[in-house]
């Protein structure tokens, strides 16, 4: 170990992926620092162990791991342990280690939380350890309570995947879908709550297929997603509900029909189309058409007409003809989606869509993709634009990106971000009580759109709570 005698051992953790991997990566820190007293450091030069935390959903994710890893490999000469955890671990286990037989640890999403007990058998036996089983929802239980920075925080309410789209590793990886306990969901959002979070984010590859016992489970009484975020709600100082991600399918009527009597649920919601034609859709093994899927949003809309949507699209899946992927752009006119996700197909081993023919030339792909991508940017612009004049609530972060440290209250003003609902940044003068607004929901009148934020004004009342502001100080 390089770290000096008594000195806290550092961990340095690098995330690829999703948000589910973004999650498990601060448990990684949480589990470490609960067994080993380890402090996690930005600097992997200043590390005594390197965790790299994968994701296989495409190709070029997949390659990324081992130039990566090549290029710690030089660490080892002090002594420094190398870990992959995340999908590529779980997809390719000990090959891993044959591949670079300097990595130490190879663990999966599951088994992140015997990560100390890796280390201590990876010392004692002086051989690289290997655990990337799917032990059911164990991980939880292993798992100490969360530890808050800010007032926006993830709460993973399941694991895994069982809807197998023909082109998605993530069932291999992540296994099949398990929901997490009910109580147990309410005892981490509560444990948030308590320590200042105002706004939750439900994680998982398909919340809303979330199912758990209530009442204790004695009596076989299943709850659904749509109970699950209503008892979310009524947790004390929970303000703002997100979830991630939803599919199309299981947009129960009850689910719905919460939109309308539940203004803690966001009027955002990331529902993935992935294609706008039915041959298309079918190949996929989606399960819905997009009628069906146009039919949701109706009827989501019926009930929270400021509903804004955003979505994952995949362009040049085998066999997609121009008038498929026309089909696509013309349901991105109707549905008039947000800021959204796009990628080009990428044939992943094991799964089904890897067998197609294929025979769309990668450049017109690429088109394609450029396409789709500048309609969805004109979608942003106009909705952003859209926005000027309106009134919004914001979840306020902290200092915004460029404006050095907040002032103290009462003692000069401060440039603050915070979030609306639909996840823009907007960027505002927080006056002279600025370290006060941080943590607070407030609403801001939204004076300009820029390209990758918005500036707005809080509305009289929300930071003038202290000493009346000085405009000299102003930023
Ligand atoms: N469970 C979510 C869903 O069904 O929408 C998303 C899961 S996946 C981790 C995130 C996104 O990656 C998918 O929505 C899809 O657009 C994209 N994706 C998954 N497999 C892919 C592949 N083989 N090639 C290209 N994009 C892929
Ligand atoms: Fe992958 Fe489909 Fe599951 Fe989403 S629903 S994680 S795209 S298999
Ligand atoms: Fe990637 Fe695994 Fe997430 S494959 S997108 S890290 S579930």
Redesign the pocket.
């Known amino acids: 170990m390089s770290a000096a005698e008594g000195a806290a051992k550092k961990v340095y953790i690098r995330t690829f992926?999703?948000q589910m991997n973004e999650y498990d990566s601060d448990k990684m820190a949480d589990v470490l620092r609960e067994a080993d007293g380890w402090e996690t450091t930005d600097d992997v030069e200043q590390a005594d162990l390197v965790l790299f935390n994968t994701c296989s959903?495409?190709e070029k994710a997949q390659e990324k791991v081992f130039s990566d890893l090549g290029r710690v490999k030089h660490l080892k000469g002090r002594g420094v342990l190398i870990g992959v955890g995340g999908c590529v671990a779980s997809q390719e286990g000990a090959a891993i280690v044959e591949r670079a037989p300097y990595v130490d640890l190879v663990f999966g999403p599951q088994t992140l939380h015997r990560l100390p007990q890796m280390i201590q058998a990876r010392r004692a036996e002086q051989r690289p350890q290997v655990d990337i089983r799917f032990p059911e929802i164990e991980k939880f239980d292993h798992l100490p309570p969360a530890r808050v920075q800010g007032a926006s925080a993830f709460v993973s309410i399941m694991e895994g995947?069982s809807?197998y789209?023909s082109?998605?590793?993530?069932p291999y990886t992540r296994g099949e879908e398990v929901s997490r306990p009910l109580d147990d969901v309410l005892a981490e959002v509560a444990g948030l709550a308590a320590q200042g979070v105002r706004e939750v984010t439900l994680l998982g590859?398909?919340v809303n297929a979330w199912r758990g016992a209530v009442g204790g489970g004695d009596g076989g009484e299943v709850g659904d997603f749509a109970l699950l975020l209503e008892l979310v709600a009524e947790v004390a100082g929970i303000e703002r509900i997100r979830y991630t991600?939803s599919?199309p399918n299981e947009f129960t009527p009850r689910l719905i029909e919460l939109y309308a009597r539940c203004p803690k649920l966001v009027s955002h919601l990331h529902l993935?189309l992935?294609h706008g034609s039915d041959r298309i859709l079918m190949a996929m093994k989606r399960g819905y058409t997009a009628m069906e899927y146009k039919s949701t949003v109706r009827r989501l809309r019926a009930v929270r007409p400021a509903l804004s949507l955003s979505s994952?699209?995949?362009v040049g899946f085998p066999g997609e003809t121009e008038d498929d992927f026309e089909r696509t752009m013309k349901l991105i006119d109707e549905v008039g989606y947000d800021a959204s996700?796009s990628?080009?197909?990428?044939?992943?081993p094991g799964?089904p869509?890897a067998a197609l023919a294929d025979d769309t030339p990668p450049l017109l792909k690429r088109q394609r993709l450029q396409r789709l991508q500048a309609r969805l940017e004109e979608n942003v612009r106009r909705i952003s634009a859209g926005l000027v004049g309106t009134a919004q609530r914001i979840l306020v972060e902290g200092p915004s990106r460029n404006s050095g440290k907040p002032g103290k209250a009462g003692s000069g003003a401060a440039e603050l971000m915070g979030r609306t609902e639909c996840n823009r940044i907007v960027n505002f003068d927080g006056g002279p009580n600025a370290a006060r607004l941080i943590g607070q929901m407030i609403e801001v009148t939204i004076t300009e759109a820029l390209p990758h934020s918005l500036r707005g004004v809080p509305l009289a009342g929300e930071r003038f709570s202290g000493p009346a502001r000085n405009p000299a100080t102003t930023a």
Do not use: E, L, M
């Open positions: 992926g999703c959903v495409r995947c809807k789209c082109y998605c590793v993530v590859q398909n991600t599919h993935p992935q994952d699209f995949i996700f990628f080009v197909f990428s044939p992943r799964t869509a």
